[in-house]
T-cell receptor
Framework: AQSVSQHNHHVILSEAASLELGCNYS??????LFWYVQYPGQHLQLLLK??????LVKGIKGFEAEFIKSKFSFNLRKPSVQWSDTAEYFC??????????????FGTGTRLQVTL | KAGVTQTPRYLIKTRGQQVTLSCSPI?????VSWYQQTPGQGLQFLFE???????NKGNFPGRFSGRQFSNSRSEMNVSTLELGDSALYLC???????????????FGPGTRLTVL
């Protein structure tokens, strides 16, 4: 069974600080990787995704993530956070092939608080 | 293109009752997945419907069931409600293919169910 670990449960940063949120997954095959964000009172939105190709992917709002296959990691980064980035961030994976591709497995989430 | 819609947005029920939640996917999407989000367990996959058939199932008791109609709209039913069923129930739609972009899921705002 696949699993996803997010090591940082709660992160507090000042505006303009750099961000890196860790995500590691466990799965024996090829996966698709996603980062979702949930702003307070809003629904889950897709930040970025990796299917194949260039392991460095760029998403919305200045976020990027790097897929390191050998480490089973897909860490999220942003060079300079803003107060509006305060939200909960979820890493998720699903198998690339086969009938279970729609079964997303989520990490436990990281609550990011950005202070002014 | 309209997003995923879920009705109702909020529900209050008492133990022992049953509840039906509805989800309308993005036009053209044939797969609908349901997730339960709680503070303790995070986001957990319930089941997925594709072309009116349940294609994948998570580890939830049989009290949780669903169905999908020919227009891809889906309903989820929970019978004999328990206090622990209080959660945010999220619906996500996708094209439903096995790889890459066709497995990318778009989430609705959720239905907040409170069981008293």
């Amino acid at each position: 069974a696949q699993s996803v670990s997010q090591h940082n449960h709660h992160v507090i940063l000042s505006e303009a600080a750099s961000l890196e949120l860790g995500c590691n997954y466990s799965y024996g095959g090829t996966v698709n990787l996603f980062w979702y964000v949930q702003y307070p009172g809003q629904h889950l939105q897709l930040l970025l995704k990796y299917f194949s190709g260039d392991p460095l992917v760029k998403g919305i709002k200045g976020f990027e993530a790097e897929f390191i296959k050998s480490k089973f990691s897909f860490n999220l980064r942003k060079p300079s956070v803003q107060w509006s980035d305060t939200a909960e961030y979820f890493c998720a994976v699903n198998p690339s092939l086969g009938g279970t591709a729609s079964k997303l497995t989520f990490g436990t989430g990281t609550r990011l608080q950005v202070t002014l | 293109k309209a997003g995923v819609t879920q009705t109702p947005r909020y529900l209050i029920k008492t133990r022992g009752q049953q509840v039906t939640l509805s989800c309308s996917p993005i036009s053209g999407h044939r797969s609908v997945s349901w997730y339960q989000q709680t503070p303790g367990q995070g986001l957990q996959f319930l089941f997925e419907y594709f072309s009116e058939t349940q294609r994948n199932k998570g580890n939830f008791p049989g009290r949780f069931s669903g169905r999908q109609f020919s227009n891809s709209r889906s309903e989820m039913n929970v019978s004999t409600l328990e206090l622990g069923d209080s959660a945010l129930y999220l619906c996500a739609s996708s094209l439903g293919g096995s790889g890459g972009r066709s497995s990318e899921q778009f989430f609705g705002p959720g239905t907040r169910l409170t069981v008293l």
